[in-house]
């Protein structure tokens, strides 16, 4: 089966600093991944949909400018998290599939605290 | 709006069956597929019902009425592994329900 890996899995950084995760499809190739954030308890929300080669697609009312997404390659999508701030302390999950239609591979997730 | 409601929590005992409901509020419905989460873990992909009716896969079983606006989760033969929570997500939208904690007990 499809494999997605993430990178760090956690992470606790300082308020103001900026965090990057990574997120790869270690076997197969991926034209479009997807970032989600989960709130303890709570459901997935999409945050963007990153397009190779493109820029990312963001849902309404995620920031684009606090959070960055490059999708440098077919097989790996970045997520930037800018200036965090306690609030953004959360569960960041990427998933990969061929397209919104096919089923979802997920990453393990990478979870993240600010102080 | 565009939804998907499912129970927040379900208890069943060992290998008893259970069945997980999802009814949903969307436009341009591609399909409905069912993730299970544990704990601390990524979603994992049990099961896709694109048209109505019934997909079985091992214990895991998903059913789609799309006339009615509604699909279940089957589980059967709980086992004490199944614990976690089990979202329906709408397949297309990438939408997600709020989850159903289930617990199996001894």
């Known amino acids: 089966g499809a494999v997605v890996s993430q990178h760090p899995s956690r992470v606790i950084c300082k308020s103001g600093t900026s965090v990057k995760i990574e997120c790869r499809s270690l076997?197969?190739?991926?034209?479009?991944m997807f970032w989600y954030r989960q709130f303890p308890k709570q459901s997935l929300m999409l945050m963007a949909t990153s397009n190779e080669g493109s820029k990312a697609t963001y849902e309404q009312g995620v920031e684009k400018d606090k959070f960055l997404i490059n999708h440098a390659s077919l097989t790996l999508s970045t997520l930037t998290v800018t200036s965090a701030h306690p609030e953004d302390s959360s569960f960041y999950i990427c998933?990969?599939?061929?397209?919104?239609?096919?089923?979802?591979?997920f990453g393990p997730g990478t979870r993240l605290t600010v102080l | 709006g565009q939804s998907l409601e499912q129970p927040s929590e379900v208890t069943a005992v060992e290998g008893a069956i259970v069945q997980i409901n999802c009814t949903y509020q969307t436009s341009g419905f591609y399909g409905l597929s069912w993730y299970q989460q544990h704990d601390g873990g990524a979603p994992t992909f049990l099961s896709y019902?694109?048209?109505?009716g019934l997909e079985e896969t091992g214990r895991f079983s998903s059913f789609l009425s799309r006339s009615d606006s509604y699909g279940y989760l089957l589980l059967q033969e709980l086992q004490m592994k199944d614990s976690a929570s089990y979202f329906c997500s709408h397949t297309g939208k990438l939408i997600f329900g709020q989850g159903t904690t289930l617990q199996v007990k001894p």
């Open positions: 019902n694109a048209l109505d």
């Open positions: 076997d197969f190739q991926a034209t479009t």
């Open positions: 998933s990969a599939g061929l397209g919104r239609s096919d089923t979802q591979y």
